[in-house]
């Protein structure tokens, strides 16, 4: 079997990059001898029968309550700090020389500098290099993303096409639109869609409220994931509030570039007077719970994000509809697999209004054979068979 490297900085941080390297794990430790390098100072919970190599780098100083204190340049602060981090983890990685010519080497998360380290160093050793580009951002007004972002060009424009095999993306429409801002060849450009699998399955709606002391009565909306800036929270609250059916919104997820504090004040706000708050790292099985017991996915994600989510994804599991703002691959996806609805960002009060028709015509069973499609297509098992197709197939470039 060929030698599977995954350098992953962001695994011992738990969420949803976790839970994809475990399930990548568990699908392909027949086809590949996969080895880990884990950004940690401690143990954490490995994937089983994989090689896990620990790199002394402490992940926790990039915790988010520790940002929180710099208010709106909390996310800035945080980046910044990743930069230096995720330099030192790269070039302890390449420091251990147990990469070597014509294994297949996965890059998952990285920044420009760490991407220039690995670039440099992986050319000289000429493994089979891989990319995965899970976040895009293709259009922006924030000129310090602008400035990163040309940075990552160069790197990549400079160094990428002599170094990978190829890039994995989440979606058609990154595919499509990946080409206009990289200079790579679009036939080493591969699309997996965001597969997610979690311990727990779904479980009767009905049951799942009695163990969240929920009523059955009750219209609820789902917001799960990270509390971030780019998510646009504050349309969830103030969409939640305006739509006239009142339902009860479901908000789980642990505190990132916003803080329970600043949420608290914008439910405040908007004279939000349903809801249920859980701000904490959630258990697996209390996701199932709150995917089981709700009604629609709610996801007012900004309009320049082009990528993938896991929340969305998961959801799939669930076959939890879900309404997303209409734009890159999320609104795509939505809207191309027919499993809920699509916000327009350019009109007041759409995502409202998008709750108030989805309630209005109980659409929930409507979309129910869409995702049991979906979710047999895009499942890992599928998920799996490409990956040994692209990292078994590809040629190194020697």
């Known amino acids: 079997m060929k030698n599977l490297h995954l350098i992953v900085f962001a695994y011992a941080d738990r969420g949803h990059t976790k839970e994809y390297v475990t399930n990548f794990c ?11 390098y884990i950004a940690s100072t401690k143990p954490v919970e490995e994937p089983k029968n994989v090689e896990c190599v620990y790199i002394d780098t402490d992940i926790t100083k990039l915790k988010a309550e520790k940002f929180l204190k710099y208010g709106k340049l909390s996310n800035l602060a945080k980046n910044i700090a990743k930069q230096g981090l995720i330099v030192k983890y790269c070039r302890k990685v390449l420091s251990l020389k147990k990469i070597h010519k014509n294994d ?21 050793i000429k493994p089979k290099v891989f990319l995965w580009i899970h976040s895009a951002r293709f259009k922006s007004t924030d000129i310090i993303y602008s400035i990163y972002k040309k940075a990552v060009q160069a790197v990549f424009n400079v160094y990428g096409s ?13 595919k499509e639109k990946l080409p206009e801002h990289l200079s790579f060849d679009p036939k080493k450009i591969h699309i997996i869609q965001y597969p997610s699998e979690i311990g727990y399955s779904k479980i009767d709606k009905k049951l799942a409220r009695e163990r969240l002391d ?15 800036t780019d998510k646009n929270i504050e349309e969830v609250v103030k969409s939640t509030s305006n739509a006239k059916n009142k339902p009860l919104l479901i908000v789980a997820g642990s505190e990132s570039t916003v803080s329970k504090q600043q ?34 996915l709610l996801l007012t994600y900004g309009a320049e994000s082009a990528s993938q989510s896991g929340p969305l994804s998961l959801a799939r599991e669930f076959l939890l509809p879900a309404i997303v703002t209409d734009t890159g691959e ?35 069973e409507k979309f129910r054979p869409a995702l049991n499609k979906a979710k047999e297509k895009f499942s890992w098992d599928n998920a799996a068979k490409k990956y040994e197709t692209i990292f078994g197939n590809s040629n190194s470039l020697n």
């Open 263 to 296: 949420l608290l004040e914008w439910l405040k706000k908007h004279n939000h007077q349903n809801y249920f708050l859980d701000i904490s790292y959630v258990s697996e099985e209390k996701m199932a719970l709150y995917y089981s017991a709700s009604d629609v």
């Open 162 to 174: 002599k170094t990978l095999a190829g890039i994995v993306v989440n979606g058609d429409y990154i």
């Open 330 to 364: 999320i609104g795509y996806y939505i809207k191309s697999n027919a499993i809920g609805l699509v916000s327009s960002p350019s009109l007041e009060n759409d995502f409202a209004k998008k709750i108030e028709s989805f309630f209005d015509k109980s659409l929930s």
């Open 26 to 36: 568990t699908h392909l430790q027949d086809k590949f001898n996969i080895t880990i």
């Open 104 to 124: 297949v080497v996965y890059i998952m998360d990285y920044t420009a500098p760490s991407l220039y380290v690995l670039f440099k160093g992986l050319s000289k």
């Open 214 to 228: 929920l009523a059955l009565s009750e219209d609820i909306v789902l917001f799960f994931g990270g509390l971030r």
